[in-house]
């Protein structure tokens, strides 16, 4: 079992940065592709970014390449999302998830464990 915790979030003026963190416990996360999601209220869930477990090679949503960047540090057990160049419509609460054998990275579904979410409020 993982368990995923997110942290970082917070209210930011628009134009502003944050880096989201999430962090694991009861098993390395070393071996799990991570993924980032995020949703608004009214919104469906929306992929943001992954990296894969062996390599850590990124993929992004086109919504949000060039102001994300997802990184990992299997060391801590933990995985990062840095956002810049936020705008209010990036108001959600974001979310952390765990997978073992993820194929397509962008469906939720592909995912083993999530997190509660960090609420990130952009105002402008």
């Known amino acids: 079992q993982v368990q995923l915790v997110e942290s970082g979030g917070g209210l930011v003026q628009a134009g502003g940065s944050l880096r989201l963190s999430c962090a694991a416990s009861g098993r390395s996360l070393s071996g799990y592709a991570m993924g980032w999601f995020r949703q608004a209220p009214g919104k469906e869930r929306e992929f943001l970014a992954a990296?894969?477990?062996?390599?850590?090679?990124?993929y992004y949503a086109d919504s949000v390449k060039g102001r994300v960047t997802i990184s990992r540090d299997n060391a801590k057990n933990t995985v990062y999302l840095e956002m810049s160049s936020l705008k209010p419509e990036d108001t959600a609460v974001y979310y952390c998830?765990?997978?073992?054998?993820?194929?397509?990275?962008?469906?939720?579904?592909?995912?083993?464990?999530w997190g509660q979410g960090t609420q990130v409020t952009v105002s402008s």
């Open positions: 998830a765990a997978g073992r054998s993820v194929v397509a990275a962008h469906i939720g579904n592909e995912y083993d464990y």
């Open positions: 990296i894969s477990g062996i390599g850590g090679g990124a």
